[in-house]
């Protein structure tokens, strides 16, 4: 599975890193999401997925490979 | 789809039930009963606004979220002057009442101020001030107005501080900010209070300027009036938005959660007994779920023809979300119920799509500051008069008390 963060549609709410925060993280300029491990380990995958349905702007997915 | 044409029918509501409706004196946290009953019918409920508007309330959780993330809603009021609740005059629009791109851009100079990292930075400044302001209210003595002694200069003084708004001129900022949230203000009032409001963070700007200091409102100036990103204006119109949101919603948040905790006592020990910061995290998604308090505010102008299940929006009618009906949908088993034993993050206390709360994570830093801390310093804390004389701010666009008194 891999995080794909469409990053113009961000909108630095920082819900995928209060839920995710091993996956996510925020960039210090303009609090724009960052990920930080594009293939997650398979414990981590519940709240990848969380992060993607609490995302407001629908910026996170979950792809599979 | 058969039904879709009939919602529509020209009407000039006279004939329209009021948004948001009242809510029952004898269960003051839960939404006005008659959107429980529109989100069971039909979803989609033609209303009329406070003031005068008509309107689709959206009351189910589904829509809430495919609507207030649907680029075809703006949020533009300039374009659509119906969204705004004050005609302002000689102001640049802010940034909740625009769309992208423009609203983005915005939006992207201030959010580096409230990622997580940098609230989680300030957490032992706000729990610094929730000690400051308890010890003051305790040395005080019993009875106390909670709200005026807590729940407000809280929230009031963090934002301050960030802004670089000098917190002596708090009952200036405070008062201005109450006129604008009381939906019945009448709207020479209203641009009063903004003109006023405006102007005065106007002349900060530029003091800032001469003098800059480690605030949001310098950074905003040194990084991005120097390089042509924002105006002065634009400065001034950022910083009261956030001035204005910073605080009274917040303050609410304290305050009503407290009553709600003081009704609930098995939930608020749960609260109080735990040295588990996810436990606490946990329990203010809940009150923030449970109490929804922005009842008022969310409105967006259909920019083209939209179906919503059965209905059919057409190009240039308005919606307005009930948040606090979409939290109560049944997406939440027993939604009615405050249990702390429930994952509710995925609400939408904080809204949805890309206006969805700046200062959330903020907002999350003090309500899990504030609330143990007060349990846990005063754990006799009660309610000094009956429920039923507690004032809520039915009159407001943030819900609330107007007052709690409590004693210990």
Same mark, same amino acid.
């Given at each position: 599975m891999r995080v794909e963060l469409d990053e113009p549609k961000c909108v630095a709410a920082g819900q995928c890193v209060v839920v995710a925060p091993e996956v996510f993280d925020q960039r210090d300029e303009d609090?724009?999401?960052?990920?930080?491990?594009?293939?997650?380990?398979?414990?981590?995958?519940?709240?990848? +997925?969380?992060?993607?349905?609490?995302?407001?702007?629908?910026?996170? +997915?979950?792809?599979?490979l | 789809m058969s039904t879709a044409t009939d919602q529509t029918q020209p009407n000039d509501g006279t004939e329209l039930p009021d948004f948001p409706g009242t809510r029952s004196p004898r269960c003051p946290f839960d939404p006005p009963p008659v959107q429980a009953g529109w989100r069971r019918a039909d979803g989609l409920t033609q209303v009329r606004l406070g003031n005068g508007h008509i309107a689709w309330a959206v009351?189910?959780?589904? *829509?809430?979220?495919?609507?207030?993330?649907?680029?075809?809603?703006?949020? *533009?009021?300039?374009?659509?002057?119906?969204?705004?609740?004050?005609?302002?005059h000689g102001q640049p629009q802010a940034f909740p009442r625009m769309d992208d791109p423009e609203h983005s851009r915005i939006r992207r100079t201030l959010t580096g101020e409230f990622t997580v990292k940098r609230v989680e930075a300030m957490r032992p400044h706000?729990?610094?001030l929730v000690n400051r302001f308890l010890e003051e209210m305790i040395a005080a003595g019993s009875p106390a107005d909670l709200v005026r002694a807590y729940a407000l200069p809280i929230p009031s003084l963090v934002i301050s501080l960030l802004l670089g708004v000098p917190y002596d001129d708090h009952t200036f900022f405070q008062t201005r900010s109450a006129t604008l949230m009381r939906k019945g203000t009448p709207q020479e009032e209203r641009q009063a209070a903004s003109g006023e409001l405006f102007g005065y963070l106007l002349d900060l700007v530029k003091r800032k300027e001469r003098e800059p200091g480690d605030d949001l409102i310098s950074r905003l100036i040194t990084e991005r009036v120097v390089t042509g990103e924002l105006t002065h204006h634009d400065v001034a119109m950022n910083s009261m938005v956030i001035l204005h949101a910073g605080h009274e919603t917040t303050a609410n948040m304290i305050a009503l959660g407290t009553l709600a905790l003081l009704e609930n006592p098995r939930q608020a020990a749960r609260i109080r007994d735990t %040295?588990?910061?996810?436990v606490v995290a946990g329990a203010v998604e809940e009150l923030l779920r449970y109490l929804t308090i922005a009842q008022d505010?969310?409105?967006?102008?259909?920019?083209? %023809?939209?179906?919503?299940? %059965?209905?059919?929006?057409?190009?240039?009618?308005?919606l307005v979300s009930g948040l606090p009906s979409a939290n109560r949908d049944v997406v939440f088993e027993t939604a009615d119920a405050l249990d702390f034993d429930r994952?509710?993050?995925?609400?939408?206390?904080?809204?949805?799509?890309?206006?969805?709360?700046?200062?959330?994570?903020?907002?999350?830093v003090e309500l899990q500051e504030a609330l143990p801390a007060l349990l846990r310093r005063l754990p006799d804390l009660r309610l000094a008069v009956p429920l039923e004389e507690v004032r809520f701010r039915h009159d407001m666009v943030v819900y609330g008390v107007h007052e709690l008194p409590v004693a210990w």
């Amino acid at each position: 599975m891999r995080v794909e963060l469409d990053e113009p549609k961000c909108v630095a709410a920082g819900q995928c890193v209060v839920v995710a925060p091993e996956v996510f993280d925020q960039r210090d300029e303009d609090g724009v999401a960052v990920v930080l491990e594009e293939h997650p380990a398979a414990e981590l995958l519940d709240s990848v +997925r969380e992060a993607v349905a609490v995302c407001p702007a629908a910026a996170i +997915r979950l792809a599979e490979l | 789809m058969s039904t879709a044409t009939d919602q529509t029918q020209p009407n000039d509501g006279t004939e329209l039930p009021d948004f948001p409706g009242t809510r029952s004196p004898r269960c003051p946290f839960d939404p006005p009963p008659v959107q429980a009953g529109w989100r069971r019918a039909d979803g989609l409920t033609q209303v009329r606004l406070g003031n005068g508007h008509i309107a689709w309330a959206v009351t189910r959780y589904d *829509d809430v979220k495919q609507l207030l993330g649907d680029p075809r809603l703006s949020a *533009d009021g300039h374009r659509y002057p119906q969204l705004m609740e004050t005609q302002r005059h000689g102001q640049p629009q802010a940034f909740p009442r625009m769309d992208d791109p423009e609203h983005s851009r915005i939006r992207r100079t201030l959010t580096g101020e409230f990622t997580v990292k940098r609230v989680e930075a300030m957490r032992p400044h706000v729990r610094s001030l929730v000690n400051r302001f308890l010890e003051e209210m305790i040395a005080a003595g019993s009875p106390a107005d909670l709200v005026r002694a807590y729940a407000l200069p809280i929230p009031s003084l963090v934002i301050s501080l960030l802004l670089g708004v000098p917190y002596d001129d708090h009952t200036f900022f405070q008062t201005r900010s109450a006129t604008l949230m009381r939906k019945g203000t009448p709207q020479e009032e209203r641009q009063a209070a903004s003109g006023e409001l405006f102007g005065y963070l106007l002349d900060l700007v530029k003091r800032k300027e001469r003098e800059p200091g480690d605030d949001l409102i310098s950074r905003l100036i040194t990084e991005r009036v120097v390089t042509g990103e924002l105006t002065h204006h634009d400065v001034a119109m950022n910083s009261m938005v956030i001035l204005h949101a910073g605080h009274e919603t917040t303050a609410n948040m304290i305050a009503l959660g407290t009553l709600a905790l003081l009704e609930n006592p098995r939930q608020a020990a749960r609260i109080r007994d735990t %040295d588990d910061p996810k436990v606490v995290a946990g329990a203010v998604e809940e009150l923030l779920r449970y109490l929804t308090i922005a009842q008022d505010m969310l409105v967006r102008v259909a920019t083209e %023809d939209i179906i919503v299940g %059965d209905h059919l929006v057409r190009e240039g009618e308005m919606l307005v979300s009930g948040l606090p009906s979409a939290n109560r949908d049944v997406v939440f088993e027993t939604a009615d119920a405050l249990d702390f034993d429930r994952d509710a993050r995925g609400h939408v206390a904080f809204g949805h799509g890309v206006h969805q709360c700046l200062g959330q994570s903020l907002a999350r830093v003090e309500l899990q500051e504030a609330l143990p801390a007060l349990l846990r310093r005063l754990p006799d804390l009660r309610l000094a008069v009956p429920l039923e004389e507690v004032r809520f701010r039915h009159d407001m666009v943030v819900y609330g008390v107007h007052e709690l008194p409590v004693a210990w």
